[in-house]
Every structure is written in structure tokens, then in C-alpha cells.
């Protein structure tokens, strides 16, 4: 067994810059600087030259790392939320789906389909789904499952196609993005591996589905936890 | 560290005393030009980098509670560049190699958690719970596989009662330290899915059928083994045959081993953690099946894809205070225990196993 031990840190800290906060005797006027600091020879740390440092600075610094998100109220449905990724959940239900003419499930376009409980999640641009294995808002920590689609990867990501994808990852646009989602046509199998437990595929998965009122659960294939997801689409 | 310190230890203290802050700084207005900013300040040696211990407090009182029970010594702790951290987990893997985890080691994915809290959910820590406690936590990625099929029928034939006795045995010897996967978890899981069968979904559905692959004796019995009148495995003789005989000599020696140590009773402690927790039951540490592919293998494969959705409950979890040396030294025992059951399951899965030729 391997042993963890989480008990602290005992870590090597070495100067690397400092600030320093200069005021005058009112304590009015204040202004801080950013040094950098050289090691001599006998380990004596010298402060080198500074550089002025402005709250102007700051924000811009900060604006230019990500954090200039637009305040908004988010919805009940909203997952998580960084200024480039926006994830969303929606419960099993009923809905239309239309695949491509002559494809194998040409003949099942356009009908009622339940679909399992789905996370969706928009990453850098683009729309990923996995499915979700109990129809409640997932945890951090919830197992996911592959989503059994065609033009969907089994690493969740949609082929966008032709698809009419919303600009932005604002709350107010998960709507547009599910509806560009289910209201295109799915045409062709996105991955060669294998998206669902049903025998055959999807092909009779939905084939058989078409008209049904619950998807089964049993069809579904466990991925990886919801945090874990969401973190390798960030740092793809 | 007192009794193994030979230099002078300092304190760190807050530089600013609380309540005797300065004002937040109000937003600069008036900078100066970069081209007067030419002051180069010198430093003290000390300002240019340090050792700073996190949190450390708790590592230090169990490395002192170690070298009192005489685990630990000078040389641990030298050898450690006096760092309580360091020491405490090299004294306790030597502890656990001792008992043969180079053995567990290279055939389970366990993980053996040594924390202030239960789980790493960054510090947090339930109500209610002694915030001085450390806790041992024991928990599995994958579990190990003991396929008995072959070895119970062989007993059979050679003493009617054995072949059941020795998997009995070895079931409850496990069942006292770590969660196991067999034939009963498989016949839960079968009649669930049945249950939740709707009507013409049977042929989507590929659910197992148990009583075919399970041994004989097995199959006749569905009685649970404490209601039956089955005798124990030391009741039988041994098998003159050396492989069988090797066998239930490993079983006997399991069962000594699993009895040797008392399970800590913390069922206060986990109530706790399950009510502030949302855990899912333990994974199971060994599996017990009976032939490759079987049903049980099946239903533990079917099962094991939807494991994670929720932080599983850890095997084993052994609370202590670090500075109460008895405390610590029940916890090693435990350890000890544990490490050596996990260590001799290998040497029977071993034996199990055809060999090549």
C-alpha cells in the first residue's frame, strides 16, 4: 500500500521580489514598488532596482489573466463557470431528435426520444456532453457516463458541423446552445469507440428508443467524475 | 524536537500583533518617476529564504509519540534532516515493510492515508469530531482477485465440508479488516437488476446467472454459514496432498492473523462521518470468485462502472491521538495486522494460480 501522509509541508522558501511600501509622514501619499532580488556571494539578498506598482496595474493585470467576467445571476442549471468555460445539467427527458437522410437512422428522424440526464459543458468555443447517472444536479464528485450520440466524441466533444453554435458562454445563452445541440442533424458516428452498453451500438439503441418514454439507465457507460471532466477541458 | 533536538528551536511569531493593524493602504495617487527609484536596501542573511513548516504540529507530536514506544530514534531523525514530517512516514513504511508490504504494494492499488481530516476535501473537517485527532484511512483503487473455484471442488473430493470451510474461513477472516466482493454482493446486485427490470427489456439486459458458477457445496447451501452446522476448518484434517495442504495452512494462518488484533471500535466516529459525508459503501479491497469470467467477476465488473459517483466510505479508519503513544501504538498494530492478511492472500492467490508451462 502506498502511504500518504498529509500532515503539513515543510517547504524551502527563498526570497524572490519584494514589495516595498513608501508613505510620507501623513501617511497621505503612499507608493509601492516591486523589486527583484540578487543573491551575492555571501547570501546576502540585494533588493535591484524597483519598478512602480498602481492599482491601475493591478486590475489591468488581473483583466488580462481571465477574471473580467461579467457579473450575472446564474441560473439553478449552471454546473460551474469560468470566464471560458460554462457548464450546465438537464434532467431526462423527452425530445425530438433528427438524424441525417439515409443515414441508419434515417427512418427514426423527427421522433420523440427520451434522453438520459445530460451535462453539457462549452469550453474555449466549443460543446461538449456527457451523460449523467442519476437525474439530480451533479456533485463535484459525480460519476459520468459517455453520451450515446452520434457526432459526439467519447470524450464528449460535439462535431459542430454546420451547427448553429451561439457566440459566448454567458447563462443566457444555454438555451441557444442545447437547441443547436438537439436541433441539428445528427449524421454520423463521432468516434470509433464504443459510446453505449446496448448491443449492436447506437444504431438499435436509438432505433429502439424511438417513441419510448425512459432511457435506460444500463446502457450507459461510466467516465470519469464531473470535476475531473471539467478540469481536462480546461486544460486542453 | 525534545529527547532528539540538539540545536536550539525558535518560535515563529506573528510579526503584527492582531488587533494593532495598520490602515489599509489607501489607492496610490501621486508616483514617482521609475528613474529616481535607485535605492538598493541590504538585507539580513535570514531574509533571503527559510524553512516554514505548514501545519506541522500534529507531525510533531506523533514523531515524538514514535520515539517514545522506541519506533523511531536518532538516527530516524537525522536521517530526516530533523524534519518531523519526513521522519514520520519513513518510520511508518519501514513499519509497514516489516510486515510485508513490498508484497501488498506491487499487487493492490491501496492507498493509506495518514491526515488531520478523513478525506482531503482541503482541510475541512466535520463537526463534532476531536479536532486533535489524526486519522488512518485505508483505501483501494482496484481490487485483487482470488479465484477459490478449482481449490473448494478439490477439497470436496478430499474431505466432504472442506473445501466450504477453508472459503468460509477466509471470507470472515477478511471480512474483519477490509470489504470483500463475493457471491453474496453478486446475488444482491443480480436480484436488484431483476427487480428493476421493466417488461420487454429482459433481452437489452445481460444479467448473470450465479448458481451455475458457483461450486457445489456453494450451490446446495444457501443458508447462511453461522446458521448451518458446519465445523471449522480446524475440525478437518490436513490434506495429504502438498498443494491442498499448503492451501489450508495459508487459510489457518490468515484466520490466526485476522484474529490477532481487535477492530477498532469507532462506530460513533463513522455515524459522524456518514452524516456529515455523503459516502458511498467501501470498494472492496479483494475479490473472491470462483472461475475467470464468472458471474461473480460479472456482477463486480457491471458494478464497478458506476463506483465513484461518490466518495466511497475508506476500508479501515483508525483514529488516534499523536500525542497519546498507546493510542498510536493500537493504530501500528492494526497496520501490522492488516499488512500481513494483505500480504499472505497474495501467497494464496499465487498458489491458486495455474501454472505455466
Known sequence: MRLDVDLGDVIELKLDRALLVYANQQRSRHMVTVHTVQHAENHLPVLGTGTLLSMETLRELAKQLGSGTLLECLPE???????????????????????????????????????????????????????????????????????????????????????????????????????????????????????????????????????????????????????????????? | MPGLATGQQHSRSCAQPCGDREPALPRPRCLAPGSQLAATPRLD?????????????????????????????????????????????????????????????????????????????????????????????????????????????????????????????????LYRWVRVYDESDARQYIDMSMESIEEGEEEQCEIPKLDPDLPACLRARKSSWRQSRQPKLSAYPLPGEPRMRHFVELVRQIHRASHSGSRPDNAALLDELRHTYSLAVALPVVVLHFRDGDAISACFDFEAEFWGQE???????????????????????????????????????????????
Open chain 1, 77 to 236: 442549471n449552471v454546473i460551474a463557470r469560468t470566464p471560458e468555460t460554462l457548464a450546465w445539467w438537464t434532467p431526462a427527458e423527452v425530445r425530438p431528435m433528427f438524424f441525417g437522410a439515409g443515414s441508419e437512422l434515417g427512418g427514426v428522424s423527427g421522433k420523440p426520444f427520451p434522453h438520459p440526464p445530460l451535462l453539457f459543458v462549452v469550453a474555449k468555443g466549443i460543446l461538449h456532453v456527457r451523460a449523467l447517472c442519476e437525474n439530480r444536479r451533479p456533485a463535484a464528485t459525480s460519476r459520468l457516463a459517455v453520451a450515446p450520440y452520434w457526432n459526439t466524441g467519447g470524450d464528449g466533444k460535439v462535431c459542430h458541423g454546420t451547427m448553429r453554435a451561439p457566440n459566448g458562454v454567458s447563462s443566457a445563452s444555454i438555451p441557444q446552445w442545447e437547441t443547436a445541440f438537439f436541433q441539428s442533424e445528427f449524421t454520423h458516428p463521432g468516434d470509433t469507440v464504443k459510446l453505449t452498453r446496448r448491443k449492436g451500438g447506437v444504431v438499435p439503441l436509438w432505433q429502439s428508443l424511438a417513441g419510448a418514454r425512459r432511457f435506460p439507465r444500463r446502457t450507459l457507460i461510466a467516465a470519469e467524475g464531473l470535476i475531473d471532466y471539467l478540469k481536462g477541458l480546461e486544460s486542453k
Open chain 2, 45 to 173: 542573511k535570514d531574509h533571503g529564504g527559510t524553512r516554514i513548516g505548514f501545519g506541522g504540529a500534529q507531525a510533531v507530536h506523533l514523531a515524538q509519540s514514535l520515539v517514545s514506544l522506541g519506533i523511531a530514534d536518532r538516527n530516524d531523525w537525522e536521517q530526516a534532516g530533523k524534519d518531523p514530517l519526513r521522519m514520520t512516514k519513513t518510520v511508518l513504511e519501514r513499519l509497514l515493510e516489516e510486515h510485508g508490504n513490498a508484497v501488498v504494494a506491487a499487487h493492490y492499488e491501496l492507498e493509506l492515508r495518514l491526515g488531520q481530516s478523513l478525506f482531503d476535501y482541503g482541510g475541512y473537517r466535520a463537526n463534532g469530531i476531536d479536532p486533535t485527532l489524526l486519522f488512518f484511512s485505508l483505501s483501494p483503487y482496484s481490487s485483487f482477485p482470488v479465484c477459490m473455484g478449482k481449490i473448494v471442488d478439490e477439497l470436496e473430493t478430499v474431505h466432504p465440508g472442506l473445501g466450504m470451510a477453508a472459503y468460509r474461513t477466509l471470507q470472515n477472516a
Open chain 2, 311 to 357: 466518495t466511497p466510505e475508506p476500508n479501515l479508519v483508525l483514529s488516534f491521538h499523536p500525542d497519546r503513544p498507546e493510542e498510536v501504538k493500537a493504530c501500528l498494530k492494526v497496520l501490522a495486522v492488516v499488512t500481513r492478511i494483505l500480504a499472505l492472500i497474495v501467497g494464496l492467490s499465487d498458489l491458486l494460480r495455474p501454472k505455466e508451462n
